[in-house]
């Protein structure tokens, strides 16, 4: 892309990003999407729930900025953002749901990530990153070499190289990185995969584009076959064997290799361990970034597979034929009570004969049943009186589980996240372990609640005999969506 003034000016006015960091409402905008979509990877969440995480977003603003400083609703927010004049929001409804769905757009990302690089990084590694060039251009050259000789000396001298390494490594001369090195490539390597994340999106846009403009050019085709089919596969091979395409295509092949995704795991969990990458408190979901890749690239592939669907459907002869003859009836319905709409006929217009003729045989007619007479007993009742303890009837324990839901809304509307023994000690149990079980229920059915498995909470209640009961279990939080 030329950097001249005309064309940044028709990016400042056309362009989504530049328009996202433009609006008065960018730091709400691209905090709220990059909290709900960018950090835990997620790419499609229903109306209800970006609505109300929304709502969250807002009561905390205004609570802290006054209730004058976003007064829309959440769902006009983020149908404002969704529409074609921002572009921030890609608003859609999937196959077999009437909910409205959203996902982020490539061009918010971008801004998202330019945003997030103005900040100061208290580390900023130089010895990865010039190693990472020296191995791309050795990779080029090597990989460019049509000289079988210089080849076969290249892998003689590698070969050499490992040989003396592998006697180094025996008499004990062991090479290590230091913690400075390790965070170095530590960091390149967050920077990369998030790189890799965003990148998805943008080819998924490229291919979401072709599929709509596929849409479009059949619902208005009139012409010959061939002649569309020939434009629509044109189209999509020039996608496919783009630089682009293809690089996305040797990814996905080398990622969905059982013993590559096997060995990034090892990997992670090893560099993980590391003391020096312990330091740096990386994400926990880190140590699953491969299987992020591997949901993104299965989006990506299923807006290639639509494309495909449509054309499966426009080569279907059966089916386009088919339709061709319905339309023409109905055209040829349509012309004919035209015709005839100011001098209707005085005589019967149409006269329809029965296909089959009814026949009922004697035989089929099923035999008279007596219906069933009921026996009704008269009894005299007697009044009497019984002795049974009722007690037990109005000692149930009931718990309002509406009522322990309210209670983690309210905490969570307060502080981004809490324990459950935190919640406990501000709300003491009043049923015991029953109500305890109802908090383990909803923690269960909720996606945004985590277990930490390496921290043991005691949970405390005392009866009505004056006693104490107490529960070991392990941390469970609940976070805001």
């Known amino acids: 892309m030329s950097i001249d003034y005309a064309s940044l000016d028709l990016l400042r006015r056309t362009h989504p990003a530049w328009r996202l960091l433009r609006s008065d409402h960018a730091p709400l905008v691209a905090s709220f999407l990059h909290r709900v979509f ?32 976003f007064p829309k609703r959440a769902s006009e927010y983020l149908n404002d953002w969704a529409d074609n004049d921002k572009g921030w929001l890609r608003k859609y409804y999937p196959t077999g749901s009437d909910e409205p769905h959203f996902d982020l757009t490539s061009a918010s990302e971008k801004a998202i990530a330019w945003l997030a690089g103005l900040t100061d990084r208290a580390f900023v590694g130089t010895e990865s990153r010039l190693l990472t060039l020296f191995e791309l251009l050795r990779q080029m050259s090597e990989g460019s070499e049509t000289d079988p000789e210089a080849r076969i000396s290249e892998l003689v001298r590698r070969r050499n190289e490992i040989d003396a390494e592998i006697e180094r490594v025996r008499d004990g001369d062991i090479l290590l ?14 920077q990369l995969a998030r790189d890799l994340l965003s990148d998805f999106r943008e080819v998924e846009q490229n291919f979401r584009t072709l599929d709509r403009q596929v849409r479009e050019r059949i619902a208005l085709w009139d012409g010959a076959k061939g002649e569309l089919l020939e434009e629509i596969m044109g189209q999509r091979d020039t996608i496919a064997d783009s630089d682009q395409g293809k690089s996305f295509r040797a990814f996905w092949d080398f990622l969905m290799s059982q013993s590559r995704q096997e060995e990034l795991s090892r990997l992670l969990e090893q560099v993980l361990a590391l003391p020096p990458v312990v330091e740096m408190q990386p994400e926990s979901r880190l140590r699953r970034v491969h299987y992020d890749w591997l949901e993104a690239g299965e989006h990506t592939q299923r807006t290639v597979a639509r494309l495909s669907q449509q054309l ?9 034929l088919e339709n061709r003859r319905i339309m023409d009836i109905l055209h040829n319905i349509e012309s004919q009570a035209l015709a005839v709409r100011e001098d209707a006929p005085s005589d019967n217009f149409i006269s329809l004969a029965e296909a089959v003729a009814t026949i009922e045989l004697p035989m089929e007619r099923p035999l008279y049943r007596p219906p ?25 324990v009931v718990v309002d589980r509406a009522e322990l839901s309210r209670f983690i809304r309210q905490a969570l509307q307060e502080r981004s996240q809490i324990s459950l023994a935190e919640l406990v000690a501000i709300h003491p149990l009043r049923q015991g372990l029953s109500e305890l079980l109802t908090y383990l229920q909803l923690a269960g059915g909720r996606n945004d609640t985590v277990v930490d498995e390496e921290t043991v909470d005691i949970i405390v209640w005392r009866l009505k005999d004056g006693s104490c009961r107490r529960v070991r279990l392990p941390r469970i939080i609940f976070a805001r969506k």
Do not use: H
Request: overall charge negative.
């Open 38 to 69: 960018i950090e835990p990877n997620v790419r499609q969440m229903g109306q209800a729930d970006l609505a109300e995480a929304l709502e969250d977003e807002l009561f905390a603003l205004r609570d802290k900025y006054g209730p004058d400083v």
């Open 177 to 190: 990185l230091n913690d400075t090195s390790l965070k170095d490539r530590f960091q390149q390597f967050l």
């Open 312 to 320: 499966r459907r426009f080569l279907d002869d059966q089916a386009w």
């Open 372 to 396: 069933i007479k009921p026996q009704i007993v008269d009894l005299e009742l007697l009044e009497g009186e019984e002795d049974a303890d009722v007690a037990a009837l109005f000692n149930q």
